[in-house]
């Protein structure tokens, strides 16, 4: 779209069986075994493990188990497939919260901002205001990660977007034909490619090549995009083919998704296929970023809720501020917000909106706004998206062995924050932070 739900970890622990586990002689220990080894399973009666396996009672209802050398990959469904099983997780490394040595300080410098040598660049104020020209110091991306952008597809030929990109999937057409529109009295038919323009402008702003002397600077402008085309010229879409894109996007092996799509927020709370859809996206260890929506006006005091599929656990929900560090007019929020990224101008007070590629042909967009590429200027939680995606590619660029989890938590806990002090429904963590989410070490 142009234009975070809060958890809370209730540990109950009955008195059932306390008095008979004071009163019992202690469990056998385990044998030293190396720190974050094993498994805590949750239990509600006593285990009968394979040979080989060692098991510690550690509190009622909880017991650690050992699987012998050999079994790590079919471990944990061994053990939940067991009788009596009610969760099984690894035994998570863990460490003193360090202390804060010096007041006020970081660990280190930040170093200059890398200035690249795109000539469209110094109207970027994005890549500034989010510290992704400082993260450049440190990497641009890897040029073999996969970054899907579900979306209205993109110009295929666009000069600044060519070289990052792969062969557009057309979901849209595979599932409800030809993509095409009549404006003036002329047809256009737009299958394979952007008809809108709005998924040129995002993917512009994730990973426009960086220093080919061309355009813009994408955030990380050396990945690989696999652009999945979900949308008609008009921007409209459904569940099934929002699920099927994102698959596709998975299959693909595409490790984040930008999705700049939302359906109302307030609709069916229990539209499960949408939940099903991030949540099938996070169990295969991809992420999923996606845009909280733009229907609020802030200066009337209505703001609306965080569309869907951003509403969902697993998404990353992103919010938009504007050139002044501000949450957007437009911007939804909510419980569900984690992070806020530059998403431009909604009113004029509010400074300039965000510049990017557009398609270099005729699309929806040129002719009924008359925003005419191969770039241009647009505003909304669907360009503060990119941000996001761009910084998880490039902190997977650095460290690819990390998770969803991390990934999510490094953006949150790095994010400079710019609105009500600690969490809001506004910003959610805050504003990122791609330098600091790149060079500092948040477990």
Same mark, same amino acid.
């Given at each position: 779209?142009?234009?975070?739900?809060?958890?809370?970890?209730?540990?109950?622990?009955?008195?059932?069986?306390?008095?008979?586990?004071?009163?019992?002689?202690?469990?056998?220990?385990?044998?030293?075994?190396?720190?974050?080894?094993?498994?805590?399973?949750?239990?509600?009666?006593?285990?009968?493990?394979?040979?080989?396996?060692?098991?510690?009672?550690?509190?009622?209802?909880?017991?650690?188990?050992?699987?012998?050398? #050999?079994? &790590?990959? =079919? !471990?944990? @469904?061994?053990?939940?497939?067991?009788?009596?099983? *009610?969760?099984? +997780?690894? $035994?998570?490394?863990?460490?003193?919260?360090?202390?804060?040595?010096?007041?006020?300080?970081?660990?280190?410098?930040?170093?200059?901002?890398?200035?690249?040598?795109?000539?469209?660049?110094?109207?970027?104020?994005?890549?500034?205001?989010?510290?992704?020209?400082?993260?450049?110091?440190?990497?641009?991306?890897?040029?073999?990660?996969?970054?899907?952008?579900?979306?209205?597809?993109?110009?295929?030929?666009?000069?600044?977007?060519?070289?990052?990109?792969?062969?557009?999937?057309?979901?849209?057409?595979?599932?409800?034909?030809?993509?095409?529109?009549?404006?003036?009295?002329?047809?256009?038919?737009?299958?394979?490619?952007?008809?809108?323009?709005?998924?040129?402008?995002?993917?512009?702003?994730?990973?426009?090549?960086?220093?080919?002397?061309? #355009?813009? &600077?994408? =955030? !990380?402008? @050396?990945?690989?995009?696999?652009?999945?085309?979900? *949308?008609?010229? +008009?921007? $409209?879409?459904?569940?099934?083919?929002?699920?099927?894109?994102?698959?596709?996007?998975?299959?693909?092996?595409?490790?984040?998704?930008?999705?700049?799509?939302?359906?109302?927020?307030?609709?069916?709370?229990?539209?499960?296929?949408?939940?099903?859809?991030?949540?099938?996206?996070?169990?295969?260890?991809?992420?999923?970023?996606?845009?909280?929506?733009?229907?609020?006006?802030?200066?009337?005091?209505?703001?609306?809720?965080?569309?869907?599929?951003?509403?969902?656990?697993?998404?990353?929900?992103?919010?938009?501020?504007?050139?002044?560090?501000?949450?957007?007019?437009?911007?939804?929020?909510?419980?569900?917000?984690?992070?806020?990224?530059?998403?431009?101008?909604?009113?004029?007070?509010?400074?300039?909106?965000?510049?990017?590629?557009?398609?270099?042909?005729?699309?929806?967009?040129?002719?009924?706004?008359?925003?005419?590429?191969?770039?241009?200027?647009?505003?909304?939680?669907?360009?503060?998206?990119?941000?996001?995606?761009?910084?998880?590619?490039?902190?997977?660029?650095?460290?690819?062995?990390?998770?969803?989890?991390?990934?999510?938590?490094?953006?949150?806990?790095?994010?400079?924050?710019?609105?009500?002090?600690?969490?809001?429904?506004?910003?959610?963590?805050?504003?990122?932070?791609?330098?600091?989410?790149?060079?500092?070490?948040?477990?």
């Amino acid at each position: 779209m142009s234009r975070g739900y809060r958890f809370t970890l209730v540990l109950a622990l009955g008195l059932v069986g306390c008095v008979q586990a004071v009163t019992a002689p202690p469990p056998a220990a385990l044998p030293p075994v190396p720190v974050g080894s094993g498994y805590l399973v949750g239990t509600v009666r006593p285990l009968t493990l394979p040979d080989g396996w060692q098991q510690e009672v550690v509190m009622p209802g909880m017991t650690a188990v050992h699987p012998p050398a #050999g079994t &790590a990959v =079919t !471990a944990r @469904q061994t053990l939940r497939d067991l009788p009596g099983v *009610t969760f099984v +997780e690894a $035994n998570a490394r863990m460490h003193l919260v360090r202390p804060i040595l010096e007041t006020g300080l970081r660990m280190q410098a930040e170093p200059p901002p890398y200035v690249p040598n795109d000539p469209e660049y110094p109207s970027q104020w994005n890549m500034t205001l989010a510290g992704i020209d400082r993260a450049w110091n440190l990497t641009k991306g890897l040029k073999t990660l996969k970054i899907g952008v579900v979306d209205s597809g993109v110009d295929p030929q666009h000069p600044d977007l060519v070289d990052n990109l792969l062969p557009l999937i057309d979901i849209w057409k595979d599932v409800h034909g030809t993509d095409k529109f009549t404006f003036g009295g002329r047809a256009y038919t737009m299958d394979g490619k952007d008809g809108n323009g709005h998924g040129t402008h995002v993917t512009g702003i994730l990973a426009a090549a960086i220093d080919n002397s061309t #355009g813009v &600077a994408g =955030t !990380a402008g @050396q990945v690989k995009i696999q652009p999945i085309k979900a *949308t008609d010229y +008009e921007g $409209n879409t459904d569940a099934l083919t929002l699920f099927r894109s994102v698959k596709r996007a998975i299959d693909e092996g595409c490790k984040v998704i930008n999705v700049s799509i939302g359906g109302d927020g307030t609709g069916d709370p229990d539209l499960e296929s949408l939940r099903t859809t991030v949540a099938y996206a996070y169990t295969h260890g991809v992420i999923i970023v996606a845009a909280t929506g733009n229907e609020s006006a802030r200066s009337r005091k209505l703001i609306q809720n965080v569309t869907l599929p951003a509403a969902y656990p697993g998404a990353i929900a992103v919010a938009a501020v504007t050139q002044y560090d501000k949450i957007a007019e437009y911007s939804n929020g909510g419980p569900q917000v984690a992070v806020a990224a530059p998403g431009g101008a909604g009113i004029t007070s509010e400074g300039r909106k965000i510049r990017s590629t557009l398609p270099t042909y005729t699309t929806y967009l040129s002719l009924s706004s008359r925003l005419n590429g191969p770039y241009g200027e647009l505003a909304g939680t669907s360009m503060a998206c990119p941000h996001v995606s761009g910084l998880a590619a490039l902190l997977l660029s650095q460290e690819p062995t990390l998770t969803p989890s991390q990934v999510c938590r490094r953006i949150a806990l790095t994010c400079d924050d710019v609105g009500v002090k600690g969490w809001d429904a506004d910003t959610g963590f805050g504003r990122i932070n791609a330098y600091r989410a790149l060079s500092e070490r948040v477990e």
